[in-house]
């Protein structure tokens, strides 16, 4: 592995020279197997990106000489509905796209959109521990995909520029949705007119007023600054949205027993952190957001949040 000093990254970008997809890593050495981890996310703020780095950190130490990962974050190297083709392909090697992206390979993980499916996180832990919920891990294997882990986010919160409270109110704004038809389902029947845009066009659409709304996780709402454009958050805890962590399986089959231990043991570390992680940024950014001033947040009685 090498290092490239931030003096020397300074210098090439100062130089004018056509800058490459910024990856977190130290640089490979010649002869180490490349392995590539594409995601969405912030890498520094963000449950995702702290467990991928923690993960290509583990891998880095425990491969070093044979293997090398670099970590692609937001959006650098490809889009969610990019990365899995990509990934059979081969030129990528490891991704977390969240559950809702899976629509085109996969049926099974559309019970994590239903709204309200699950009543807090530790529900969510449960069924993803439960033999059901483990057992999608294998629900890509016939289509050249192999599930991995199930890494937390957090339940979704709606934001607008107008307050969500009754389910009236979101009648007519266009929501910003992931590729989820459960989830176009759910703001249709809201009377919303529900747009499938890719994270890394969120910001631009809302402060444009290409689209009036989203839901989101507090972590990807602060983290990608959303609370800048958008006016009220309401503390709804509708949904869930997590990850899978993704491999090739043909990948997977080439490499050796004692390299997939490795890499196997070292995600199950990364998935243990970055787990309890997202509990507390959870807790965290709602602060954040509320110190930031810029977001009136709504809570919901037990009667609004039933209607
Ligand atoms: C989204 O598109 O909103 C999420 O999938 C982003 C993420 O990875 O949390």
Redesign the pocket.
């Known amino acids: 592995m090498k290092y490239l000093s931030c003096a020397a990254t300074a210098l090439i970008l100062g130089a004018g020279l056509a800058a490459p997809a910024l990856a977190d890593t130290a640089g490979c050495d010649d002869g180490e197997m490349v392995i590539k981890f594409s995601h969405?996310?912030n890498t520094d703020k963000h449950p995702?990106g702290i467990a991928a780095n923690l993960f290509m950190e583990r891998v880095n130490a425990e491969m070093d000489g044979t293997a090398c990962m670099e970590v692609y974050p937001n959006s650098t190297l490809y889009n969610?509905d990019q990365v899995l083709e990509a990934m059979l392909q081969g030129d990528v090697q490891f991704a977390a796209?969240?559950l809702s992206?899976f629509e085109t390979f996969t049926k099974v993980f559309r019970i994590f959109d239903l709204p309200f499916m699950f009543k807090n996180m530790d529900a969510v832990e449960a069924f993803q521990q439960s033999d059901a919920g483990q057992g999608m891990k294998n629900s890509m294997a016939r289509r050249g995909l192999q599930g991995m882990d199930f890494w937390h986010?957090g339940l979704k919160q709606f934001s607008a520029n107008v307050p969500l409270i009754k389910p009236e109110d979101a009648a007519g704004l266009k929501f910003r949705i992931?590729s989820s038809k459960v989830l176009e389902a759910q703001f249709k029947a809201l009377d919303a007119n529900p747009q499938v845009l890719p994270?890394s066009e969120v910001y631009s659409a809302l402060q444009q007023r290409v689209v009036d709304a989203a839901e989101?996780p507090l972590s990807?709402f602060y983290t990608k600054k959303f609370n800048e454009v958008q006016t009220d958050l309401t503390l709804s805890n509708h949904g869930y949205?997590g990850y899978m962590v993704i491999t090739g399986k043909l990948f997977w089959k080439k490499l050796s027993d004692d390299q997939r231990a490795l890499i196997t043991q070292a995600m199950k570390e990364a998935t243990e952190y970055g787990n309890k992680l997202a509990e507390d940024m959870d807790v965290r950014y709602l602060n954040e957001i509320k110190a930031a001033g810029t977001t009136t947040i709504h809570e919901l009685t037990p009667e609004q949040r039933q209607a």
């Open positions: 969405v996310t995702k969610d796209p969240s992206k986010n992931m994270f989101n990807n949205l």
